[in-house]
Structures are given as structure tokens and as C-alpha cells.
């Protein structure tokens, strides 16, 4: 019984060890994606900035996905308007899906 005991509180420490790694990489990756949305949240307030003194200018957006020349926000808010969905236009424009529900949202909050 004492060593049935021992092997149980034996597997429960690796199990507790275990439970412990795991959450230090969910909390690296949430400090990562968190990073992101602020990274995106402020080129977005930029993009807002720049549209409404009139001073918005063509951009080359290829770090975050291949754009060309044209304006990345404004050819989601396009798309979008076109009926495309958060992961067509993901897929057709090469930028996280995240990023285009983000412009979105954005988009939907300015215009209320």
C-alpha cells in the first residue's frame, strides 16, 4: 500500500510538471498573439488617422502578405464589401486571418 502510494504521488508530480510546461507555453504564445493584436491595433489606429485628416497613402504592405501596391486595409474593407469572409479574404490577400477580423471590427466601430 505504501508503495502504491508512492507511485501514485509519483505520477501525479510528473503529471502536475507536466500540467506546469504546459501552461508556460500557453503563456508565451498568448504574450505573442497579444503582442500582434497591439502591433496590428496600432498600425489600425494609424490607417484611421491617416483616412480621416485625408492624408492616407499607398503602401507596400508585403511583410504581413503580398498587397502590391495598393493599400491593404482598404482592399479588405473592399473585399468585404464585396461579400468575401474573414478567411476568403485571408486566403486572397495573404494577411492573418486575425488582422482582417481585426480591421473589421475596426471598421464596424468607427462607422456606428
Not at 498587397?67 to 476568403?88: T, V
Not at 480591421?103 to 456606428?112: E, G, N
Request: hydrophobic share 30%; net charge negative.
Amino acid at each position: 500500500m505504501l508503495a502504491e502510494s508512492k507511485r501514485f504521488s509519483d505520477q501525479f508530480l510528473q503529471e502536475l510538471e507536466r500540467g506546469k510546461r504546459e501552461m508556460k507555453e500557453l503563456a508565451s504564445s498568448l504574450e505573442e498573439r497579444e503582442k500582434k493584436l497591439d502591433d496590428l491595433l496600432k498600425q489600425a489606429m494609424r490607417f484611421d488617422h491617416l483616412s480621416i485628416t485625408g492624408n492616407a497613402k499607398k503602401t507596400d504592405h508585403k511583410e504581413n502578405g503580398d498587397c502590391s501596391s495598393e493599400e491593404p486595409y482598404r482592399k479588405i474593407l473592399d473585399l468585404a464589401g464585396q461579400g468575401l469572409n474573414e478567411g476568403q479574404i485571408s486566403q486572397q490577400l495573404g494577411l492573418p486571418e486575425g488582422e482582417i477580423e481585426l480591421i473589421l471590427s475596426l471598421s464596424r466601430a468607427r462607422s456606428r
